[in-house]
């Protein structure tokens, strides 16, 4: 009996294993992409050496949040801020986009530890770290009962140069993000010596940029571990330089 394959069956072959490998190609696309469905219900930390490039990738997700009607909240540990210009101009509504600063609520304590003068510069260093680090656990306070109510799709969280945060509420917020499907997105600005982001945290990139051009710059967000698929892959884009800066 002859075993040879028909020409239909052959080319019907051919045409099955060609659209599975492009059904995974445009599944690694897909699962490659900085976009909200990938952050959705995870525990996302950006670690910044410079402010840009993490700014613009966090501007991304929420005017794709905004786009989808999501809510978003915006809580920050330090009295930096983003500027809101950049912000509006990338699409924002910067009307619906509530901003929670923490660090505006410690003034009395600031002004309290101010007072110390007999203490060593180590030690008035010790002090401002620690209330820097108390900053940032009352900020994460602030988004467990925001994200408690399940009324946001996107929650940022500046965590600053401190961002050491105990186990317990990483957990938490780990918990709160996967239970609500929300992204939570933590910016952090360490400094050698200082504490990290544990375990918990599900999608760890660092944020660099680059000269593209004369008015262009390439900001780019590097995975270094992703807890859903392998680490290394990337995220590029180029933007305008601010005016007078290029």
């Given at each position: 009996?002859?075993?040879?394959?028909?020409?239909?069956?052959?080319l019907l072959g051919q045409g099955l294993a060609?659209?599975?490998?492009?059904?995974?190609?445009?599944?690694?696309?897909?699962?490659?992409?900085?976009?909200?469905?990938?952050?959705?219900?995870?525990?996302?930390?950006?670690?910044?050496?410079?402010?840009?490039?993490a700014l613009t990738a966090v501007s991304k997700?929420?005017?794709?949040?905004?786009?989808?009607?999501?809510?978003?909240?915006?809580?920050?540990?330090?009295?930096?801020?983003?500027?809101?210009?950049?912000?509006?101009?990338?699409?924002?509504?910067?009307?619906?986009?509530?901003?929670?600063?923490?660090?505006?609520?410690?003034?009395?304590?600031?002004?309290?530890?101010?007072?110390?003068?007999?203490?060593?510069?180590?030690?008035?260093?010790?002090?401002?770290?620690?209330?820097?680090?108390?900053?940032?656990?009352?900020?994460?306070?602030?988004?467990?009962?925001?994200?408690?109510?399940?009324?946001?799709?996107?929650?940022?969280?500046?965590?600053?140069?401190?961002?050491?945060?105990?186990?317990?509420?990483?957990?938490?917020?780990?918990?709160?993000?996967?239970?609500?499907?929300?992204?939570?997105?933590?910016?952090?600005?360490?400094?050698?010596?200082?504490?990290?982001?544990?375990?918990?945290?599900?999608?760890?990139?660092?944020?660099?940029?680059?000269?593209?051009g004369f008015d262009r710059f390439a900001g780019?967000?590097?995975?270094?571990?992703?807890?859903?698929?392998?680490?290394?892959?990337?995220?590029?884009?180029?933007?305008?330089?601010?005016?007078?800066?290029?």
């Open positions: 009996m002859s075993t040879a394959v028909h020409p239909l069956q052959a060609l659209n599975k490998a492009l059904s995974s190609e445009a599944l690694r696309e897909r699962r490659d992409r900085w976009a909200l469905d990938n952050v959705a219900g995870r525990a996302v930390e950006i670690r910044r050496a410079t402010t840009a490039p997700l929420i005017h794709e949040a905004q786009r989808l009607h999501e809510p978003c909240v915006w809580i920050c540990a330090e009295p930096s801020l983003f500027y809101p210009p950049d912000f509006e101009a990338a699409g924002i509504d910067l009307a619906a986009l509530p901003i929670c600063n923490i660090s505006s609520m410690n003034v009395g304590s600031r002004r309290q530890r101010s007072k110390v003068l007999d203490g060593s510069e180590q030690a008035r260093g010790n002090q401002a770290r620690a209330g820097r680090r108390g900053g940032s656990v009352s900020a994460a306070r602030a988004a467990d009962l925001l994200m408690r109510s399940g009324g946001f799709g996107l929650v940022v969280l500046d965590l600053g140069a401190e961002a050491g945060l105990s186990m317990p509420i990483q957990t938490r917020l780990s918990a709160l993000a996967r239970h609500h499907e929300t992204a939570l997105v933590m910016l952090t600005r360490p400094r050698p010596g200082s504490p990290q982001l544990g375990s918990l945290v599900s999608l760890r990139c660092v944020g660099v940029i680059q000269r593209a780019e967000i590097h995975i270094e571990k992703d807890k859903r698929r392998s680490p290394g892959w990337r995220h590029v884009e180029v933007c305008h330089g601010p005016d007078g800066m290029c």
